[in-house]
T-cell receptor, first 114, second 113 residues
């Protein structure tokens, strides 16, 4: 069965430091992969997506993610974190033939220290 | 402005009552989705609809019902059969041929006591 694991429940980084949020997936075929961000009490916003092609994808707000098939990973990165990046981040995989069904990881909460 | 609206933002109900959550979109999207979010569990799919008058159960459909009479609207009813209804409910929509690119509404927090 498809699944997504985000090993880190909570991460704290200093403003200006680099960031990497981990995501591992389990899926039989080439996956469709996504990162979403959620501010407290709000809906989710799509940061970036991977369908095929270049394994390094650029997203909004200066985020990027790299698809590594050999490691079944799709880690999210940002070179320099801003205080406004504090939020919860969700990795998701498209569940193949189930018409748009997304399977989400448990989420990683990011705190930013001044 | 195009987008998805969910109302109300906060909803309180007594145990044993059915409650309907509203979701409307003006993005001209074909597909719509309902997710439930609980702390530490990510989002789980309740129901989805790819076309008017048709919908499918997701992973946790028990105790919920939906209708899709109009393209713009996909209301979710939380029935008294749902054992743990208190949660944050998110509605999403997408184009049918880009079904994984889902746009989310702001959510409704339902509290049942």
């Amino acid at each position: 069965a498809q699944s997504v694991t985000q090993p880190d429940i909570h991460i704290t980084v200093s403003e200006g430091a680099s960031l990497e949020l981990r995501c591992n997936y389990s899926y039989g075929a080439t996956p469709y992969l996504f990162w979403y961000v959620q501010s407290p009490g709000q809906g989710l916003q799509l940061l970036l997506k991977y369908f095929s092609g270049d394994t390094l994808v650029q997203g909004i707000k200066g985020f990027e993610a790299e698809f590594k098939r050999s490691q079944s990973s799709f880690n999210l990165r940002k070179p320099s974190v801003h205080w406004s990046d504090a939020a919860e981040y969700f990795c998701a995989v498209g569940a193949g033939n189930q018409g748009g069904k997304l399977i989400f990881g448990q989420g990683t909460e990011l705190s930013v220290k001044p | 402005d195009g987008g998805i609206t969910q109302s109300p933002k906060y909803l309180f109900r007594k145990e044993g009552q059915n409650v309907t959550l509203s979701c409307e979109q003006n993005l001209n999207h074909d597909a719509m989705y309902w997710y439930r979010q609980d702390p530490g569990q990510g989002l789980r799919l309740i129901y989805y609809s790819q076309i008017v008058n048709d919908f499918q159960k997701g992973d946790i459909a028990e105790g919920y019902s939906v209708s899709r009479e109009k393209k713009e609207s996909f209301p979710l009813t939380v029935t008294s059969a749902q054992k743990n209804p208190t949660a944050f409910y998110l509605c999403a929509s997408s184009l049918r041929d880009r079904s994984y690119e889902q746009y989310f509404g702001p959510g409704t927090r339902l509290t049942v006591t």
